[in-house]
């Protein structure tokens, strides 16, 4: 026990001294845009004074810039994606085939000129002076007139035209219901540049990582619309929407909108003349809008019922995940589903209210893992969606349903949808790139689903409270940063003293499964055996002939600690007994009790993610 005491201490001390990468830096953006926007072609004229600070520890020789319009044109890669990915996005794509022998045909191969997305550039200079560009696909190359020298800031001026596509993949124009100007992924965005390289992800409707910067955006559009959007809005008696008393000032018809955001890395926004404005404040002073179509009178019930619990949803989130840190967050009715921005999201507005509450607090979560951790979405999607998709379903449990502190797995959910992956012969390892998977199932189970699994059982391994704990921590140290999963898992490591390093190697690098059982019970003997190649720690709750109940922990070697007790109701009175730690080598495990098992049972808490439950109990 001394041995273990001391390597805990070791492993704590190191985990403290590197909690935060050494030389850790990110690069840092400043966005001033003016648009122009006409409504009736769907094209805007842009321009934009963008400063880049390079805090990297070397000059730059060249930029990129994100074209994500671009991919809605026949023969973009996108394009190709739709038509050769076996389940392509039904929302993207026509079945030409029959129900039996379906054939996908992408959306985006039939758009007309008047109908596809893009951006031109006509003019980029740098300090001053012009720069060579090209643009291939989504990404725009720049070589630059001179380098960016480390810890320099260069200012870019740019302008360009864009027309927004038809298609709706998050952006686009005239959504199904009826949103005219769906704008996300919608200027010419800096790439990211990190201690990794450049990031440059072709655009094939998945997801995105950017620098921190902050936003100054003037929209000019027509003075009949109102618009929802990412930041603060400057000027709201000067447009419609937002100020009963406003007095619209418009020039050539069009009014001007103002916003302002700091800290971000995404900015996006939607408009139509039929959207509507309301908004709370949360108890700790976030300003909560929402900017909708009010449909019907159901409509509008839903939607302001959702405005409230939004509300509850910061708070709760501040409590449990660190405080958010902006004073405005958006919930604007627009795009094809539901996507995180910068303060701000899009989601489709006509659904039952169960439905709404869930994707709000689901994009609403994002705020925490993506936006506040600038996670690399192309790279841990498991670590962005996953993470977000708990956040989402503890808060639903807590304020919707109004369901207490739970005895057993608030996500089982999540590990029902894993086992099937699992199971179903298409997983693929988490640790894959995003945009590469063979199939949208296997990515979204991976990445929602498993990812919440990875969470959820990181809390079996190290004890809830311990988990509670690393949440905070890891906001704490990281905010308005760029970590990693290892990051995660190191905070993991310092708050409780436990080695992760076999756990998230084999569960995010590998599709290895778990698989124990209880192979025998005979008197007072115990014998439980690994069926897998997935070691993991164990709880065994025993009860005996004189109704007694006895928890027995059994650590697993690779750990070089032990989980502390839990506060479960289920654990309430229950004498818990520390056994000689489990090697992963080794298949097969035998325990003595003091007394006759007459009920034996492998984690009665259901956070082991086992495949196989059939085998997990035995009874006399």
């Keep these: 026990m001394k041995t273990k005491l001391l390597l805990s201490f070791l492993l704590l001390f190191h985990s403290i001294l590197f909690a935060q990468r050494a030389g850790y830096w990110q690069q840092a953006v400043d966005y001033k845009m003016d648009i122009d926007v006409d409504e009736t072609s769907y094209q805007y004229q842009g321009k934009m004074a963008l400063k880049y600070t390079n805090n990297s520890n070397q000059a730059l020789k060249k930029v990129y810039f994100h074209l994500y319009f671009n991919a809605f044109q026949p023969g973009s890669m996108m394009d190709y994606r739709l038509a050769n990915i076996a389940d392509p996005d039904s929302r993207m794509t026509t079945n030409i085939g029959t129900a039996a022998n379906p054939k996908f045909q992408s959306r985006i191969a039939t758009l007309t000129p008047e109908q596809i997305g893009y951006q031109h550039i006509h003019s980029l200079t740098m300090n001053g002076q012009p720069t ?30 864009a027309q927004i596509p038809e298609q709706i993949r998050r952006s686009g124009r005239n959504s199904k219901e009826g949103v005219a100007l769906s704008m996300t992924q919608w200027y010419p965005k800096m790439a990211h540049f990190d201690e990794f390289g450049w990031h440059l992800d072709e655009y094939v409707a998945r997801e995105f990582i950017a620098p921190f910067g902050n936003f100054d955006v003037t929209l000019n559009l027509h003075k009949d619309y109102v618009v929802g959007s990412s930041g603060v809005l400057q000027n709201p008696s000067e447009v419609k929407g937002y100020d009963k008393k406003a007095k619209i000032i418009s020039a050539n018809g069009k009014a001007t909108w103002h916003f302002k955001a700091e800290n971000i890395h995404d900015f996006a926004w939607a408009a139509d003349p039929k959207f509507v404005v309301d908004s709370t404040k949360s108890k700790g002073g976030v300003t909560v809008y929402t900017v909708y179509l009010p449909a019907n009178k159901q409509v509008k019930e839903n939607w302001k019922i959702a405005q409230e619990l939004a509300a509850e949803f910061f ?22 589903g539901g996507m995180e921005y910068g303060t701000a999201t899009l989601i489709t507005g006509n659904r039952e209210i169960k439905s709404l509450v869930g994707v709000i607090f689901h994009e609403a979560a994002h705020s925490w893992y993506q936006h506040l951790f600038g996670i690399n979405e192309t790279v841990d999607e498991w670590f962005d969606e996953g993470f977000t998709s708990y956040v989402e379903e503890l808060a639903f449990q807590s304020l919707f349903e109004k369901r207490g502190q739970l005895d057993t797995n608030p996500v089982i959910n999540a590990y029902r949808s894993y086992y099937k992956l699992a199971l179903s012969g ?78 998230f190697n084999l569960f995010i690098n590998t599709t290895r499964t778990i698989d124990y ?37 059994i650590p697993l070697r690779e750990m070089r600690g032990e989980k502390p007790v839990e506060s479960f109701a289920i654990y309430d009175g229950v004498q818990r007994t520390v056994l000689e730690d489990w090697f992963w080598t080794k298949p097969s495990y035998t325990l003595q009790t003091n007394k006759r098992p007459v009920k034996v049972q492998l984690d009665p808490s259901l956070r082991l993610a086992d495949i196989e439950s059939e085998d997990n109990s035995w009874v006399k």
């Design 315 to 336: 708070d709760f989130c501040t409590e449990r995940f660190g405080p958010y840190p902006w004073p405005t967050y958006t919930i604007v009715q627009g795009g094809d």
């Design 426 to 503: 298409k997983e693929e390892p988490m640790s894959l790139l995003a945009d590469y998977y063979n199939t949208n199932y296997a990515y979204s189970q991976a990445a929602y689903n498993k990812g919440q699994v990875l969470a959820q059982q990181l809390g079996y391994i190290i004890g809830q409270q311990n988990l509670d704990k690393t949440f905070l921590k890891f906001y704490e140290l990281w905010k308005f940063k760029h970590p990693t999963a290892n990051d995660f898992k190191r905070v993991a490591e310092e708050v409780s003293g436990i080695n992760l390093k076999w756990y």
């Design 132 to 161: 060579s560009f090209q643009v291939d696909g989504t990404i725009l190359e720049v070589t630059l007139p001179t380098e960016i020298q480390s810890g320099e800031t260069a200012t870019f001026d740019m302008s360009w035209e």
């Design 517 to 553: 059982a209880i192979e025998k019970v005979d008197d007072n003997e115990i014998t439980l055996v690994n069926k897998s190649n997935l070691a993991m720690p164990i709880d065994l709750l025993v009860e005996y002939e004189d109704g007694s109940t006895e928890l027995f922990y």
